[in-house]
């Protein structure tokens, strides 16, 4: 599967509250780093991570604007919306997801 795809259906995944794409998406040493600063290790921690969140959250609105990719880099721009804890965010953030490509396809850091 492209980048372009993965990170789509990875930004998909959290409006659809669906953890099976984040197990297929990243592999099981994967480091994640939130842009505000939060460092995940390990899929087993992601998906914590992800069914917690969605506990009391819920991802509104995640549009890309567009995808960049130069190698293993993608630079993503994108408008962000969730309500989590009954208070509404809205970001318009651009991010590099930096990639490294594992045997099974997922992203490991």
């Not at 795809?5 to 998909?12: G, P």
């Not at 939060?38 to 899929?43: K, R």
């Not at 960049?68 to 721009?77: G, H, I, Q, S």
Request: net charge negative.
């Amino acid at each position: 599967m492209k980048i372009e795809a993965i990170i789509r259906n990875y930004f998909q995944a959290w409006i659809d509250k669906n953890s099976e794409v984040i197990q297929e998406t990243f592999a099981d040493d994967i480091v994640y780093s939130e842009c505000y600063g939060p460092e995940y290790h390990g899929i087993e921690q992601i998906l914590k991570w992800f069914k917690d969140w969605n506990v009391t959250g819920s991802v509104l609105r995640w549009d890309i604007k567009q995808i960049n990719l130069l190698d293993k880099t993608a630079f993503v721009e994108w408008y962000f919306e969730c309500d989590c804890d009954n208070s509404r965010t809205l970001l318009s953030v651009w991010r590099v997801v930096s990639t490294e490509w594992c045997l099974h396809g997922g992203i490991k850091e």
